[in-house]
Nanobody, 133 residues
Framework: EVQLVESGGGLVQPGGSLKLSCTAS??????????MSWVRQAPGKELEWLSN??????????FYTDSVKGRFTISRDNAKNTLYLQMNSLKTEDTAVYFC??????????????????????RGQGTQVTVSS
């Protein structure tokens, strides 16, 4: 069974930085074959897609939503089965629960859920990020 575990959240002042991690278990040597994403959910709002990093086949290309472009950086360490999100210049509106998510394909993972037009079937439990003075 594939499991994703996020960590690194916390309370930070506006303008501060945090680095989130997402460690995958159950993927053995397959981690690099999956595109990985970060999404977040602010209180009372729907899940919001933030960033994606492609698989090896996709050249590990990265993509960001406009609201975090230039402030957040997604990366991965395939040897450690770990996904990262470096968040700089944090704003109060970045306060949310942050999740890593992946589409494992129809033969694996759980029930599909959608974030906008993107579909996933596995995510972690999330890590809380609170930006406040």
């Amino acid at each position: 069974e594939v499991q994703l575990v996020e960590s690194g959240g916390g309370l930070v002042q506006p303008g501060g930085s945090l680095k989130l991690s997402c460690t995958a278990s159950g993927l053995t040597d397959r981690f690099s074959t999956y595109a990985m994403s970060w999404v977040r959910q602010a209180p009372g709002k729907e899940l919001e897609w933030l960033s994606n990093i492609n698989s090896a086949a996709g050249g590990f290309d990265t993509f960001y939503t406009d609201s975090v472009k230039g402030r957040f950086t997604i990366s991965r360490d395939n040897a450690k089965n770990t996904l990262y999100l470096q968040m700089n210049s944090l704003k109060t509106e970045d306060t949310a629960v942050y999740f890593c998510a992946v589409d494992l394909g129809s033969q694996e993972g759980g029930t599909y859920f959608f974030v906008g037009e993107r579909q996933y079937n596995c995510r972690g439990q999330g890590t809380q990020v609170t930006v406040s003075s």
